[in-house]
């Protein structure tokens, strides 16, 4: 059974950090991409960051180019999402999800067929 189990949301200042970790488990991990997507209320799931399965490669969506940097541990089965200079739009509910196949990783969420349960970012203004 494949879980992936995210961590480390909250609320926190504009400006402020937070490091958002997302475990793995009942997949070999270092064998897929892995991306963050974002959904704040009343809006569509948005892509916010992928990364391949070697951690080879990276991308990120505009708005959090940056600021916001992807990294994966893969003898730890842990993906991280660090985020810097934190907006009040960044707040959502962030997900991360295992790719599908292996690759660069997608920034289109089909591509992804398992997701965490999401956590809470809140950023004040």
């Known amino acids: 059974q494949v879980q992936l189990v995210e961590s480390g949301g909250g609320l926190v200042q504009a400006g402020g950090s937070l490091r958002l970790s997302c475990a793995v488990s009942g997949r070999t991990f270092s064998r897929y991409p892995m991306g963050w997507f974002r959904q704040a209320p009343g809006k569509e799931r948005q892509f916010v960051a992928a990364?391949?399965?070697?951690?080879?490669?990276?991308r990120y969506t505009d708005s959090v180019k940056g600021r916001f940097t992807i990294s994966r541990d893969n003898a730890k089965h842990t993906l991280y999402l660090q985020m810097n200079s934190l907006e009040p739009e960044d707040t959502a509910v962030y997900y991360c999800a295992l790719g599908k196949f292996g690759g660069l990783g997608s920034d289109v969420s089909s591509e992804y067929d398992y997701w965490g349960q999401g956590t809470q970012v809140t950023v004040s203004s």
């Open positions: 990364i391949a399965s070697s951690a080879a490669s990276t």
